[in-house]
Structure formats: structure tokens, C-alpha cells
């Protein structure tokens, strides 16, 4: 697979001395949906900004599409496009003058913007609300159309900084439905950062975990999950009266079984190496031998949430919430200084 970016040892310092990014190497294949996941001020956005040129790094070999960063700006600004974490719309404009100012900004003709903003606009389903002031439209359609704008020059690869935090679950599966086009029909490279834990786990073919400035983990979600432990067997027994650490031995001897323990309400939680699809059979075999009866049995895999937890310490939720609070005073903010 060629890659499309390249990262090695990024560092950024800001002149206040807050070092955000702290030596981070990473490459994304073209055609890839990448996930940057990590707390509050981890680095996700300095990364980003990076990477798109908007921001100087401290120190870093940088490269998108193999040319170097800060040697060929212009390049770099034609071959990515960026959606920021605050929506840069104009709620004054229309949807439709939105995206003719970025299309001058990328010096496009006015023939060539014309075109290419009424197909991203159908794209985004939202060409029907083109001559609407943006100030009328939804939080979801201000994304959309947010994204939309990053479009207009056709980028080969697109930076969206939290795309979909603060939306509701349908209208961020929208934004992810049209990512997902994105790569699809136009091979793009997507490179997204997210506190969306499901969302990442379904959408990113890898992702990157950031905290305090470094990567503490970068792999398939598939391989993360499975490289923090085995999945969790969840049983009740009946008839077991009296027999209980005789059943927990026999139950550790199984094969793959690494750790048996009674929960407070009488389940056994069963801690497996392999797939607990293939232990539960061999479980439900030693009762029968043992004449005890399973009355209940369930199955928990590790989610990425668990992967997130494990490597930052704190759970995503807490600070998913947070987020939210933060980003809806700073948008009451930019309202209230266009006096809203
Ligand atoms: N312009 C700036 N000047 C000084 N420090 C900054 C600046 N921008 C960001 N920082 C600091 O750099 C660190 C990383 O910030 P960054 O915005 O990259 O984090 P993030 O991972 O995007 O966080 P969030 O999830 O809140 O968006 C934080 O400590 C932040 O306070
Ligand atoms: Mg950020």
C-alpha cells in the first residue's frame, strides 16, 4: 500500500512551553480511514493542524504523499482538505456562499466551483437548502456542509477533526456513511479524530492512541482488543451447594481458563485466553460430568472503550462529557461576540 502520510517524531512546543505533541511517529496508507482517539489535550488537534499545514512544527519529518511539509505548502494545501473541530461556517452566508469563498480560496474558477459545489452539496444532501441562511440550519447540516467545504478542491486525503462530536447517534452515522463513500468511491484517505469509541471501532481500519503527546497504542481495533486480554464468560450455576471451590478448580483447569472468581451476587466471572465462543461448550460438558446445572451464561468481549481505558486510565465517557460541556460554551461564545 503506498502511504499517503507520514509521520515521524513530531514534536510541537508552543511558545508557552506547553509541549502537546511529544515525538509521534505514525504512517497512514492512501485509502485508509485512520483514527486519532485521545482525553482532552492529548495533541489530536495540534497533530492535525500539523499535518495540514496551518501550524509549525517544533521538530519532525513530515510528508504527505511523500513530498515534505514544509518545503512545498502549496502542494500539501491542494492534496488535503480539513474540516476543524469548530465548524468554520458563516452563519451569516448561505450555504451556497460558504462554499464559494472556500472554492476562492483554493482559486478556483468560477466554473469550476459552480460544479464542484453542487455535487458536494447533493452529495451532503443539502443542495435543496443552498440559498438558506446557515444560521437557520441544524447542528448536523452545519457539519455536513463544514465538510462539504473541505471538498471543494478534491483533495486526495481529509483531515476531520472531531466530525461528530456533539450530534445525535442518527446524524452521526450519516457523517460516517459519507465518509465511508468517501473511501470508497474516491479513494480518499480519511485521518479523523473522534471520542466515539463504537464509532471508531466500526469505521477506522487503525487507530492511534494519543495521551500526553505520545502514541500509547496503534493498531486494528481488532488487534487492540485482543492484545488487552481475553474475553470474560459471565456463569450462574444451580446445585452447586457445598461444592463451590471444587467447581471453581475444576473450572480453572479447563483449557485457555486464566482466571475463575465468584462475583458478589454468586456469577462466576471466567477470564479466557481465546475466543469465549469455544470455552463455553467445554463449561457446559464439565457441569454435566459434575451433575451442576448452568442457569445463566453471558458473554462480554473487549470493546475499545476497555482498550481506550487501558492505556489512558480514565474512561472515555467522562470525557466525552466534558467535551461537550466545553464545546457548547465555546459555540454560545462565538453567537453571543456576533451579538446572537
Ligand atoms: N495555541 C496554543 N497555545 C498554547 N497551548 C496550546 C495551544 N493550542 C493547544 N494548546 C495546548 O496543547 C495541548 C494539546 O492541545 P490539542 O488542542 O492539540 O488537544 P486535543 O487532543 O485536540 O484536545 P481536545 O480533545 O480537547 O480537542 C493542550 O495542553 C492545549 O492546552
Ligand atoms: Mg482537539
Redesign the pocket.
Known amino acids: 500500500m503506498q502511504t499517503a502520510i507520514e509521520v515521524n517524531d513530531l514534536v ?1 512546543v ?3 512551553g ?1 509541549r ?2 511529544d515525538g509521534v511517529s505514525f504512517h497512514v496508507g492512501r485509502g485508509e480511514i485512520f483514527g486519532l482517539l ?12 500539523i499535518l495540514i499545514g496551518l501550524l509549525d512544527p517544533t521538530a519532525g519529518d513530515l510528508r504527505i504523499n511523500g513530498v515534505d511539509i514544509r518545503r512545498h505548502p502549496a502542494e500539501i494545501k491542494r492534496a488535503t482538505g480539513y474540516a476543524a ?1 469548530e465548524t468554520a461556517i458563516d452563519d451569516r452566508l448561505t450555504g451556497w456562499e460558504n462554499i464559494t469563498l472556500q472554492g476562492r480560496f483554493y482559486h478556483l474558477s468560477g466554473r469550476e466551483i459552480r460544479v464542484r459545489a453542487t455535487e458536494v452539496l447533493e452529495m451532503f444532501n443539502l443542495y435543496d437548502r443552498r440559498k438558506h441562511l446557515t444560521a437557520t440550519y441544524s447542528g448536523g447540516m452545519l457539519k455536513r456542509l463544514d465538510i462539504a467545504c473541505a471538498l471543494i478542491h478534491r483533495p486526495q486525503i481529509l483531515f476531520l ?2 466530525p461528530t462530536l456533539g450530534l445525535d447517534v442518527q446524524t452521526r452515522q450519516v457523517i460516517w456513511d459519507y465518509v465511508e463513500q468517501l473511501r470508497t468511491e474516491h479513494e480518499m484517505t480519511i485521518f479523523v ?1 473522534t ?1 466515539y469509541m463504537e464509532e471508531a471501532d466500526v469505521l477506522c481500519d487503525r487507530v492511534a492512541i ?1 495521551d500526553n ?1 505520545e502514541i500509547a497504542a496503534l493498531d486494528t481495533p481488532d488487534a487492540l482488543k485482543a492484545g488487552i486480554g481475553g474475553d470474560v464468560i459471565y456463569v450462574r450455576f444451580s446445585g452447586i451447594d457445598g461444592n463451590e471451590s471444587a467447581l471453581q478448580s475444576r473450572i480453572g483447569a479447563v483449557s485457555h481458563v486464566r482466571q475463575v472468581k465468584p462475583t458478589a451476587d454468586g456469577t462466576y466471572r471466567v477470564i479466557v485466553e481465546q475466543a469465549g465462543e469455544e470455552t463455553i461448550p467445554q463449561l457446559f460438558m464439565l457441569c454435566e460430568q459434575l451433575g451442576v446445572t448452568i442457569d445463566a451464561v453471558s458473554l462480554k468481549k473487549p470493546s475499545l472503550d476497555d482498550v481506550y481505558l487501558h492505556f489512558t486510565g480514565h474512561a472515555m465517557r467522562d ?1 466525552t462529557e466534558n ?1 461537550e460541556a ?1 464545546m457548547k460554551a465555546r459555540f454560545m461564545r462565538g453567537r453571543a461576540r456576533r451579538g446572537k
Open positions: 510541537k508552543y511558545k508557552n506547553v502537546a505533541v485521545g482525553p482532552n489535550g492529548a495533541g489530536k488537534s495540534t497533530t492535525i493542524k473541530q477533526d472531531e479524530t471520542h494519543i503527546g470525557d467535551h466545553h
